[in-house]
């Protein structure tokens, strides 16, 4: 009977391991690809695609009409990889010039009414002016904004 809390505590560390090891295979392919919303309890609004092909990155991104998780994604737009020491970030997010170490990440639309960033974790951590690891500029405003589930059931 003793044996059987022991069993348990195993399969618990062993389920809870392999949770783990999920999670950082579906992170590891991109920082960016995913879904974002503006508000952390609102459903996905904004969807990136990630497609790699001859050591080449490229994103697309989809909205839906806010709110609404019923509703289809839109049709894919390109998004643009822009290079973290640009001088052009600091026109979407209070990131100094000195700071761009801690930029993972950097995409934007072509008219640059969207752009995400992705800052490390250590340095949103540190800095008390973000609340997520990820920036979100879009149209005439930044803020933070936040990683969610994307709904599967829908594309």
């Given at each position: 009977m ?21 999670h950082?295979?579906?992170h ?10 503006v508000?952390?309890h609102?459903?996905?609004?904004i ?46 997010f209070?990131i ?45 405003g930044?803020?933070?904004i ?10």
């Amino acid at each position: 009977m003793k044996k059987l809390p022991l069993i348990l505590l195993i399969n618990a560390i062993g389920i809870l391991t392999a949770c783990n090891q999920t999670h950082e295979k579906i992170h590891a392919d991109d920082v960016l690809a995913g879904c974002y919303t503006v508000g952390y309890h609102e459903p996905a609004q904004i969807k990136i695609n990630h497609q790699r092909s001859d050591n080449h990155d490229s994103y697309t991104m989809q909205m839906r009409i806010f709110n609404n998780p019923n509703q289809a994604w839109d049709t894919p737009t390109p998004l643009e990889l822009l290079a973290n020491d640009s001088p052009e970030i600091q026109q979407y997010f209070d990131i100094k010039s000195g700071e761009s170490q801690y930029l993972e990440k950097v995409i934007a639309r072509p008219d640059r009414i969207f752009v995400l960033g992705k800052i490390t974790d250590g340095f949103a951590n540190l800095n008390p002016q973000f609340d997520s690891s990820y920036l979100g500029f879009i149209y005439k405003g930044s803020n933070t904004i936040y990683k969610v589930a994307c709904e599967k059931n829908k594309q």
